[in-house]
């Protein structure tokens, strides 16, 4: 049972990811009063990218063959250790708040240097687009982290998830500072308004489109789905370490069926919030973004400190 | 067989191979071959002793106590102590030692009929000799004989390649930045001797509450201007930059990987050991330090285009990120939470030798690369991994060690450091905290921008288009230099696999100090290799991420592989090129590509852009001939520090001129009045 449990939580992210793009597009067409494609349509680009040949830039080394395997690993990686739907599933020797984040860093590492291998300008430069924000998101992402560690005393993300925060209500403001600080992380590093339009492929300003623009087939299918596994893992960590509610612990069915009913809820809600928040505000011209970045680690440090003046 | 190997014995006959090695390529300096064959040898035989020397006194835990030679002086004695703190950076410096003489071997062939090869023999082995001295020296006068001969022989390496103008200058500059540093730390060693009449370590140590508490926080003082000098801090780091690339490039690995450690090594003996215990705000100081040299040091990482001018700056950011961890311990030891501090120190150290094998390795690596490509400028690399496909390789790991990316060393060290300042966040009241959450904010940052750097660096080298002819022409790199580098990207692994162990000698090494007897460490290791903090604030385990990401990576590649459309075909083309021919001018430049991140800093870095234009007709100014385009970074340092101090030193020498007048009767009124207030002074 624990088996399974540990199988089903290393599946969801990477099962469920395509499903969130979808529901996100759908949302997006409606509010633009078009019918949109079916929600199930990213599985079925998977399924036909993945049955496509492959074209390879000859320009191109084994870091680009060897890119996508990795950088789909780590999402699978994170998504396996990261609280999902239960606090029981997890593998907790590789639970930790900085694996995650520096787990992460890797993906992005060996995307950017993807996007430069094959030697196009629109690779090298969303690669250097790319660097610039997750650099600087990286403080606010450790920190808004940090925030909810210290206040749970432990910085396992399930530990963290076990503690219900709100239960004296003390810890609201903080909880919630750390929260909008990492909402503006998630922007960032998953590709969304006002940071990237995952939509575009206009080479003034893509982003993560410009650096897998020389995949295809295989290849490209993995990358794909490795940023929408980005999203959802994101979308999990939002929801489950700041607001930790529906979790299963224990292996019995009905209280594992509530948590993955939550965890859909929760991935609902922030299909919705992306939804609404790309269809009712422009991109942010580029030198912008630092700001917004910055701005996220100043509310999770004030939210750090708050907590001890408390 | 230990107990025989660990004795004062072994570590003279040490010493002598360095010397017979050292005399040895002198004498046969006619013979090139003979000469770099001789020098080789007896490095690589010594620091293989030293590597022997320092495991198996590591592993008797027992401590040497002894002396080379009685001398008639009362002050000046030869002694020499290892502790477990020395065996420690014993083990580094015979280690990187090891490595870089293997590579020294094959790379020093380049130098052959240019310049002496007998002298780069001599000069290596007598700056390895010194470096094992400095970290065992317990007697101060005997310590700058050391640390002089250390930083006489690395000087004169930097100027080896003497024919390049720019090594000379650079060799001035650390010449005279050394010195400086010296002077501060003769003042702190003479303030040590008035208090407490003693040159001997152990002495000061046991006497230390002699020493007023304003001389100590002068000495504090000295100590950080002295030592941090040679350790590349931030504002004192501008010989760093310049030496480091000037040298040969086994010797930058030397001096980045393990002579600037030297300065730290001797700040933890300082204020973890001689002068504790220690006031808060030391504590604060280094931490501050710390943040600065970090982050800066990392941004100008950033603006560079020269190789090893951008691994230079490297070296000052991981300083500041030892200095962190190190910061981290003093703080805590003075607020008398032991178990923290240890835990700091333990940080400190780990990064230490993490920072001394995958900075090494990439000095190397660029080594590799510029006797290939013959220039140091990156603009002019690219696609490289094609035609040094391992140097490639090797310098991927040390680029992902250094950015602290699992399950590399470089992340376990970080994450210790992370850890340690959690806690300072966490346990602290609030007038404390603030400094804590500005280190770990820097820390993150630096990682962040760490990694940037290393993606310009990596795909600027060896990815895309060849941007210069001579990269079609290189060649992988000889035998020898290709041992070393795998040997020390082969550590990056193990250090990081088992960084539980590697955590656990450290901890030994820390309880070894006086003031941690009887600690037990914050951080505990199980049986598995799991790091965990007491209290369970946090655990990692390498070998589970090690295993867990590799299978979930192995079972993808077979997934995807051999289920997925096992038919499909992949055919070689050309990449996008929007109509146009491609060629590799169209790539991003490693300067185009951090330049928006310099842009975000551009408070800081004060980039500059100077445009030139020449006209065919300069009346009209219709038809441009040439068009020039000079980007830089400002020089803060030398505008608002170095420049107005040399301003006042030669004005201050000017005035003090006027008393210089020339004529004999006031030079002996001089010394009469100097007399007198002498006789005045005495009675």
């Given at each position: 049972?624990?088996?399974?449990?540990?199988?089903?939580?290393?599946?969801?992210?990477?099962?469920?990811?395509?499903?969130?793009?979808?529901?996100?597009?759908?949302?997006?067409?409606?509010?633009?009063?078009?019918?949109?494609?079916?929600?199930?349509?990213?599985?079925r680009d998977?399924?036909?990218l993945?049955h496509?040949?492959?074209?390879?830039?000859?320009?191109?080394?084994?870091?680009?063959?060897?890119?996508?395997?990795?950088?789909?690993s780590?999402k699978?990686f994170?998504?396996w250790?990261?609280?999902?739907?239960?606090?029981d599933?997890g593998f907790?020797?590789?639970?930790?708040?900085?694996?995650?984040v520096?787990?992460?860093?890797?993906?992005t590492?060996?995307?950017?240097?993807?996007?430069?291998?094959?030697?196009?300008?629109?690779?090298g430069?969303?690669?250097?687009?790319?660097?610039?924000?997750?650099?600087?998101?990286?403080?606010?992402?450790?920190?808004?982290?940090?925030?909810?560690?210290l206040?749970?005393?432990t910085?396992?993300?399930?530990?963290i998830?076990?503690?219900?925060?709100?239960?004296?209500?003390l810890?609201?403001?903080p909880?919630?500072?750390?929260?909008?600080?990492?909402?503006i992380i998630l922007?960032?590093?998953?590709?969304?308004?006002?940071?990237?339009?995952?939509?575009?492929?206009?080479?003034?300003?893509?982003?993560?489109?410009a650096?897998?623009?020389?995949?295809s087939?295989?290849?490209?299918a993995?990358?794909?789905?490795?940023?929408?596994?980005k999203?959802?893992?994101?979308?999990?960590?939002?929801?489950?370490?700041?607001?930790?509610?529906?979790?299963?612990s224990?292996t019995?069915?009905?209280t594992?069926?509530?948590?993955?009913?939550?965890?859909?809820?929760?991935?609902?809600?922030?299909?919705l919030v992306?939804?609404?928040?790309?269809?009712?505000m422009?991109?942010?011209r580029?030198?912008?973004?630092?700001?917004?970045?910055?701005?996220?680690?100043?509310?999770?440090a004030?939210?750090?400190?708050?907590i001890?003046?408390? | 067989?230990?107990a025989?190997?660990?004795?004062?014995?072994?570590f003279?006959?040490i010493?002598i191979?360095?010397?017979?090695?050292?005399i040895?390529?002198?004498?046969?300096?006619q013979s090139d071959?003979w000469?770099?064959?001789?020098?080789?040898?007896?490095?690589?035989?010594?620091?293989?002793?030293?590597i022997?020397f320092s495991?198996?006194?590591?592993?008797?835990?027992?401590?040497?106590?002894?002396?080379?030679?009685?001398?008639?002086f009362?002050?000046l004695?030869?002694?020499?102590?290892?502790?477990m703190?020395?065996v420690?950076?014993?083990?580094?410096?015979?280690?990187?030692g090891f490595?870089?003489?293997?590579?020294?071997?094959?790379?020093v062939?380049h130098?052959y009929?240019?310049y002496?090869?007998?002298?780069?023999g001599?000069?290596?082995?007598?700056?390895l000799?010194?470096?094992?001295?400095?970290?065992?020296?317990?007697?101060?006068?005997?310590?700058?004989?050391?640390?002089?001969?250390?930083?006489?022989?690395?000087?004169?390496?930097?100027?080896?390649?003497?024919?390049?103008?720019?090594?000379?200058?650079?060799?001035?500059?650390?010449?005279?930045?050394t010195y400086?540093?010296?002077a501060?730390?003769?003042?702190?060693?003479?303030?040590?001797?008035?208090y407490?009449?003693?040159?001997?370590?152990?002495?000061?140590?046991?006497?230390?509450?002699?020493?007023?508490v304003m001389?100590?926080?002068?000495?504090?003082?000295?100590?950080?201007?002295?030592?941090g000098t040679?350790?590349?801090?931030?504002p004192?780091h501008?010989?760093?930059?310049?030496?480091?690339?000037?040298?040969p490039?086994?010797?930058s690995?030397?001096?980045?990987?393990v002579?600037?450690k030297?300065?730290?090594?001797?700040?933890?003996r300082?204020?973890?050991?001689?002068l504790a215990?220690?006031?808060?705000?030391?504590g604060?100081?280094?931490?501050?330090?710390?943040?600065?040299s970090?982050?800066?040091?990392?941004?100008?990482?950033?603006?560079?285009?020269?190789?090893?001018?951008?691994?230079?700056?490297?070296?000052?950011?991981?300083i500041?990120i030892?200095?962190l961890?190190v910061?981290?311990?003093?703080t805590?030891?003075?607020?008398d939470?032991?178990?923290?501090?240890?835990?700091?120190?333990?940080?400190?150290l780990?990064?230490?030798?993490?920072?001394?094998?995958f900075?090494?390795?990439?000095?190397l690596?660029?080594?590799s690369?510029?006797d290939?490509?013959?220039?140091?400028?990156?603009?002019?690399?690219?696609?490289?991994?094609r035609?040094?496909?391992?140097?490639a390789?090797?310098f991927?790991?040390?680029?992902m060690?250094?950015?602290?990316?699992p399950?590399?060393?470089?992340?376990?060290?970080?994450?210790?450091?992370?850890q340690?300042?959690?806690?300072?966040?966490?346990?602290?009241?609030?007038?404390?905290?603030?400094?804590?959450?500005l280190?770990?904010?820097?820390?993150a940052f630096?990682?962040?921008l760490a990694?940037?750097?290393?993606?310009?660096?990596?795909?600027?080298?060896?990815?895309?288009?060849?941007?210069?002819?001579?990269v079609?022409?290189?060649?992988?790199?000889?035998?020898?230099m290709?041992i070393?580098?795998g040997?020390?990207?082969?550590?990056?692994?193990?250090?990081?696999?088992f960084?539980?162990?590697?955590?656990?000698?450290?901890?030994?090494?820390?309880?070894?100090?006086?003031?941690f007897?009887?600690?037990e460490?914050?951080?505990?290791?199980?049986?598995?290799?799991?790091?965990?903090?007491?209290?369970?604030f946090?655990?990692?385990?390498?070998?589970?991420?090690?295993?867990?990401?590799?299978?979930i990576?192995?079972?993808?590649?077979?997934?995807?592989?051999?289920?997925v459309?096992?038919?499909?075909?992949?055919t070689?083309?050309n990449?996008w090129?929007?109509?146009t021919?491609?060629?590799?001018?169209m790539e991003?430049?490693?300067?185009?590509?951090?330049?928006?991140?310099?842009?975000v800093?551009?408070?800081?870095?004060?980039?500059?852009?100077?445009?030139?234009?020449?006209?065919?007709?300069?009346?009209?100014?219709y038809?441009?001939?040439?068009?020039?385009?000079?980007?830089?970074?400002?020089?803060?340092?030398?505008?608002y520090?170095y420049?107005?101090?040399?301003?006042?030193?030669?004005?201050?020498s000017?005035r003090s001129?006027?008393?210089?007048?020339?004529?004999?009767?006031?030079?002996?009124?001089y010394?009469?009045?100097?007399?007198?207030?002498?006789?005045?002074?005495?009675?």
């Amino acid at each position: 049972m624990t088996f399974s449990l540990f199988l089903l939580q290393g599946l969801l992210v990477p099962v469920l990811s395509p499903l969130c793009v979808g529901v996100i597009k759908k949302i997006k067409a409606w509010l633009q009063n078009r019918q949109g494609a079916s929600i199930i349509q990213p599985y079925r680009d998977l399924w036909k990218l993945f049955h496509k040949d492959e074209r390879i830039s000859k320009d191109a080394s084994w870091i680009f063959l060897f890119a996508p395997l990795v950088v789909f690993s780590v999402k699978v990686f994170v998504g396996w250790n990261i609280p999902l739907f239960s606090l029981d599933s997890g593998f907790f020797a590789t639970s930790d708040a900085l694996v995650i984040v520096y787990a992460l860093a890797l993906g992005t590492f060996f995307l950017a240097l993807a996007g430069l291998d094959v030697g196009s300008a629109f690779g090298g430069f969303g690669s250097s687009r790319e660097m610039t924000l997750s650099a600087l998101a990286e403080g606010g992402f450790i920190f808004s982290l940090l925030t909810v560690a210290l206040l749970a005393g432990t910085t396992n993300l399930f530990g963290i998830a076990s503690h219900s925060l709100f239960d004296s209500g003390l810890h609201f403001v903080p909880v919630i500072l750390a929260f909008l600080g990492f909402f503006i992380i998630l922007l960032a590093e998953t590709a969304r308004f006002p940071f990237d339009n995952p939509a575009t492929h206009l080479e003034l300003t893509m982003i993560h489109e410009a650096m897998i623009l020389e995949y295809s087939g295989k290849r490209l299918a993995l990358m794909e789905w490795a940023s929408a596994n980005k999203l959802v893992l994101f979308f999990a960590l939002g929801a489950n370490i700041f607001f930790p509610i529906g979790l299963a612990s224990g292996t019995d069915i009905s209280t594992i069926l509530i948590g993955v009913g939550a965890l859909l809820l929760k991935l609902l809600a922030f299909c919705l919030v992306i939804a609404l928040l790309e269809s009712s505000m422009a991109k942010f011209r580029f030198f912008r973004l630092p700001d917004l970045l910055v701005a996220s680690f100043i509310l999770n440090a004030v939210a750090i400190g708050l907590i001890n003046s408390l | 067989m230990l107990a025989l190997i660990s004795s004062p014995a072994v570590f003279s006959l040490i010493m002598i191979i360095f010397v017979v090695g050292a005399i040895g390529s002198l004498f046969f300096h006619q013979s090139d071959r003979w000469a770099n064959g001789w020098s080789s040898v007896f490095a690589l035989l010594g620091t293989f002793l030293g590597i022997i020397f320092s495991l198996s006194t590591f592993m008797q835990g027992k401590e040497l106590f002894f002396s080379f030679s009685q001398t008639s002086f009362t002050f000046l004695q030869f002694s020499l102590h290892i502790d477990m703190l020395a065996v420690f950076f014993l083990f580094a410096i015979s280690l990187i030692g090891f490595f870089c003489s293997l590579y020294g071997f094959g790379y020093v062939k380049h130098y052959y009929g240019k310049y002496d090869i007998g002298a780069l023999g001599f000069l290596y082995n007598i700056l390895l000799g010194s470096l094992f001295l400095v970290v065992t020296a317990s007697n101060a006068l005997f310590f700058l004989i050391a640390w002089e001969m250390m930083s006489l022989a690395s000087y004169f390496l930097v100027v080896y390649d003497r024919h390049d103008e720019n090594n000379v200058k650079a060799g001035s500059l650390y010449l005279v930045m050394t010195y400086v540093g010296t002077a501060f730390i003769i003042t702190f060693f003479l303030l040590a001797y008035k208090y407490t009449g003693s040159f001997q370590f152990d002495v000061i140590k046991l006497q230390s509450d002699l020493i007023p508490v304003m001389v100590q926080n002068l000495m504090f003082l000295c100590a950080m201007i002295g030592f941090g000098t040679k350790a590349g801090i931030i504002p004192f780091h501008i010989w760093l930059p310049a030496a480091h690339p000037a040298a040969p490039s086994h010797v930058s690995a030397m001096m980045s990987g393990v002579m600037i450690k030297t300065g730290i090594y001797m700040m933890i003996r300082l204020f973890l050991d001689v002068l504790a215990p220690v006031p808060l705000w030391w504590g604060e100081t280094i931490l501050i330090v710390g943040m600065v040299s970090s982050l800066l040091g990392v941004l100008y990482a950033l603006t560079e285009h020269d190789i090893k001018r951008l691994l230079a700056y490297h070296s000052i950011e991981n300083i500041g990120i030892i200095l962190l961890g190190v910061g981290s311990a003093v703080t805590f030891y003075a607020l008398d939470m032991k178990s923290l501090a240890l835990l700091g120190l333990m940080a400190g150290l780990f990064h230490t030798i993490n920072h001394a094998i995958f900075k090494s390795l990439l000095f190397l690596g660029a080594g590799s690369i510029i006797d290939q490509v013959h220039t140091k400028n990156m603009e002019e690399y690219g696609g490289l991994i094609r035609y040094m496909p391992q140097t490639a390789l090797f310098f991927l790991i040390g680029s992902m060690a250094i950015s602290a990316l699992p399950p590399f060393n470089g992340f376990f060290s970080e994450w210790l450091t992370f850890q340690s300042l959690f806690q300072g966040i966490a346990a602290l009241s609030f007038s404390l905290q603030w400094i804590f959450m500005l280190a770990a904010g820097s820390l993150a940052f630096t990682g962040g921008l760490a990694l940037t750097c290393f993606v310009k660096a990596f795909a600027g080298i060896f990815l895309a288009r060849p941007r210069s002819v001579e990269v079609t022409h290189a060649k992988e790199s000889v035998l020898s230099m290709r041992i070393a580098m795998g040997g020390l990207a082969f550590l990056a692994v193990l250090f990081g696999l088992f960084a539980g162990s590697v955590t656990k000698m450290i901890s030994t090494i820390g309880q070894n100090l006086a003031l941690f007897e009887k600690v037990e460490p914050f951080v505990s290791v199980s049986s598995t290799q799991t790091l965990e903090l007491t209290g369970g604030f946090a655990l990692v385990s390498a070998p589970a991420l090690f295993l867990f990401f590799g299978v979930i990576g192995l079972m993808i590649f077979f997934l995807v592989r051999f289920t997925v459309n096992r038919k499909q075909r992949i055919t070689l083309g050309n990449t996008w090129d929007c109509g146009t021919p491609l060629n590799a001018r169209m790539e991003i430049t490693t300067t185009g590509f951090a330049r928006s991140i310099i842009l975000v800093f551009k408070n800081v870095l004060k980039p500059s852009i100077q445009q030139a234009v020449e006209y065919h007709d300069a009346t009209s100014r219709y038809m441009p001939k040439s068009h020039s385009v000079t980007m830089g970074v400002g020089d803060i340092y030398l505008k608002y520090f170095y420049l107005p101090l040399q301003k006042f030193i030669h004005e201050s020498s000017l005035r003090s001129r006027i008393i210089q007048g020339g004529n004999i009767n006031v030079y002996i009124s001089y010394i009469f009045v100097a007399l007198i207030i002498t006789l005045f002074v005495v009675l």
